[in-house]
């Protein structure tokens, strides 16, 4: 029998439900269990800077508690990896960015394009492709103009728009393999692929990064604490997630 993994899907919104997750049920293996939380406080999605600042307090309590409840990896379900690093110094199993993963697998077709939701977002996943060496790779970010929270009602005009633009950042701006720039986008990627006719990768991040976390989990990995150190207790108000990492460093239950 297989080994089982147990993979938790941080989703660093509040909007619970705003998206139907079957498509991510259905791609992963039998031997690996996947569970949901969504924030408490925070943005209702990450569309900015600013709703990357307002969700990183919940990612690390998030990752926190998925430590505690006993899960072997944690998957941050966004595209800007919001907390990332925090996340994986607040904890040692391993904390996998959808940003980070597909971005990754995506540069071995060569150069790539991210098709996302709205233009705005450019100037983040440059800045996303620069932190991961991977500047050069990117050939463009193109918008779909749907934003977050419509993916699901607008599901059908939301995949044409993402054919369109995935074609042309096919046929315009050389992109050998296409990323979706939001995990709403989950269950696209047929439609897309079928689309544009050739064998071409077209990434759907959270399949993707929660298979990578399973498979990280099955080779035994854990975050690197030579890299991300576990931060040193210190005082800070109002977030629950610095007292329960205070808690957990000093040996005290929680509260």
């Not at 705003?18 to 209702?44: I, K």
């Not at 919001?82 to 597909?102: F, H, N, Y």
């Not at 931060?231 to 239950?253: C, H, I, Q, Y």
């Amino acid at each position: 029998m297989p080994i089982s993994t147990h993979v938790r899907i941080v989703t660093p919104i509040i909007s619970a439900g705003f998206r139907d997750d079957n498509p991510l049920l259905a791609a992963m293996p039998d031997n690996c269990r996947v569970s949901s939380v969504f924030l408490e406080n925070g943005p209702g999605s990450v569309e900015s800077a600013v709703d990357e600042a307002l969700a990183a307090p919940g990612v690390i309590d998030a990752a926190l508690q998925a430590e505690r409840d006993g899960a072997d990896a944690v998957v941050i379900d966004c595209m800007l990896d919001p907390g990332l690093d925090a996340a994986r110094e607040a904890v040692s199993i391993p904390v996998i960015g959808c940003g980070e993963a597909s971005m990754t697998a995506a540069v071995k077709a060569g150069a790539f394009s991210v098709v996302t939701v709205l233009d705005r977002q450019a100037r983040a996943f440059q800045e996303l492709a620069r932190r991961y060496g991977l500047s050069d790779h990117l050939c463009s970010v193109r918008g779909i103009g749907v934003p977050v929270l419509a993916l699901e009602s607008a599901r059908e005009s939301s995949i044409t728009a993402t054919i369109v633009e995935a074609k042309a950042a096919v046929q315009e701006d050389g992109a050998a393999a296409i990323v979706f720039g939001c995990t709403g986008m989950l269950g696209f990627a047929p439609p897309v692929a079928n689309a544009l006719g050739r064998t071409l990768p077209v990434i759907d991040p959270l399949p993707h990064a929660t298979l990578k976390a399973h498979e990280a989990v099955l080779a035994g990995e854990h975050t690197d604490k030579a890299i991300y150190p576990s931060p040193e207790p210190k005082r800070v108000a109002g977030f629950s997630s610095w007292r329960a990492l205070d808690a957990m460093m000093r040996g005290e239950p929680l509260e």
